[in-house]
């Protein structure tokens, strides 16, 4: 039994950090960010926990689609920067928003919207579900060496969301992929204190090879587009919209070079948010319903590639 998309929501924190702030105790500029990344500023908590976005993304994506919290048969919750590590955030999701249904986080970084989907999709399938909360809540800014300018100006903070209710022809085609690299980007866990560890821990905050992760990121795109294209048997022309991973402008414009595809169908919001790892292709998505660019019967690819190295496709109808 396939899905449809009934709605989605996004949510920012309020506090908006340009890159000439950055650039105040950085030495760094908005001259080499935007050039190198595309980037011109991002959203950063300050009074905001990640609850807070993932429940503000979760009740607009609620409100959209005309369902309520108790209608919901799962909730899942992509996350690898969560408020607690226990419970999981999906579950303070659900306690905030009022719902009784199970609630679980998945986690594959940039990627785990994508996987996320695949798991509600899995429960659809077995007819454990039919109305599923997906939610990608990113607080990228606590995991960040803000000493570190080749990698602190790259993230920001956001949500996005999307309800899905069981029927309909999605997906066209999916496919997920991992390339097992635990060291190109990689956030150490917990140090903990126990008198038995004799090891040394690494110090928590995100460390990444980034001439690595590019090309990585502009294959990945590639190839993934194709795969799907392929699977459902419609050519890369016949692709209506792309929502890939907001990593870089530069990624995004070779992608777009090498695929042939009209610039205009690929989204951008990395300008105004930086990358909000798995929050990235929700919050387009949701970006790209709410400025009316989406017309039923619209096929979408989303393309989320990131540590793991997990990649994660799907080819949808927009319904
Ligand atoms: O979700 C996936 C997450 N990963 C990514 O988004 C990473 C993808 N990779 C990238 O976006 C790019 O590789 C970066 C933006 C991270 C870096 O761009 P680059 O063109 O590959 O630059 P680079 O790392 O080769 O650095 C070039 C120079 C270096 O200086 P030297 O050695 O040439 O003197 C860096 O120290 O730029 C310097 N640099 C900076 N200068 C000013 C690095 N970061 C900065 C900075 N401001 N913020």
């Not at 920001?156 to 635990?182: R, Y």
Request: with cysteine; charged share 20%.
């Amino acid at each position: 039994m396939g899905f449809t998309i009934l709605g989605t929501g996004s949510a920012l924190p309020k506090r908006r950090v340009s890159n000439d702030e950055l650039s105040e105790f950085l030495d760094t500029s908005d001259e080499w960010i935007f050039t190198r990344t595309g980037i011109k500023s991002r959203h950063v908590c300050t009074t905001e926990s990640l609850d807070d976005l993932a429940v503000a993304a979760s009740e607009q994506a609620l409100q959209t689609s005309g369902v309520d919290a108790s209608q919901l048969d799962l909730i899942v919750c992509s996350t690898t920067t969560g408020d607690h590590l226990v419970p999981a955030e999906a579950c303070a999701v659900a306690e905030r928003l009022g719902a009784t249904c199970p609630a679980f986080d998945v986690s594959a970084a940039c990627a785990g919207f994508v996987f996320a989907l695949d798991v509600a999709e899995g429960y659809i399938a077995r007819g454990r579900a039919r109305r599923v909360l997906i939610v990608a809540a990113e607080q990228m800014t606590r995991a960040l060496d803000w000493t570190d300018r080749a990698t602190c100006v790259l993230f920001g903070d956001g949500a996005g969301a999307a309800v899905i209710e069981a029927g309909g022809e999605n997906p066209l085609a999916v496919e997920l992929s991992t390339s097992p690299d635990a060291e190109t980007l990689r956030v150490p866990g917990l140090a903990g204190s126990s008198p038995y560890k004799t090891a040394q821990d690494r110090e928590s905050v995100l460390s990444m090879n980034g001439r690595r992760v590019f090309k990585f990121g502009v294959n990945a795109i590639c190839d993934m587009v194709h795969k799907l294209a392929s699977d459902a048997s419609i050519a890369v022309e016949d692709i209506d919209h792309f929502v890939f991973h907001q990593a870089n402008e530069r990624i995004l414009s070779q992608a777009v070079k090498r695929l042939g595809v009209p610039d205009d169908c690929v989204v951008r919001t990395l300008r105004e948010t930086g990358n909000i790892s798995s929050a990235c292709i929700p919050f387009a998505l949701d970006r790209l319903a709410r400025t009316n660019a989406l017309n039923a019967g619209d096929t979408i690819a989303l393309v989320g590639f990131g540590a793991g190295l997990d990649v994660g496709g799907y080819l949808l109808r927009w319904k």
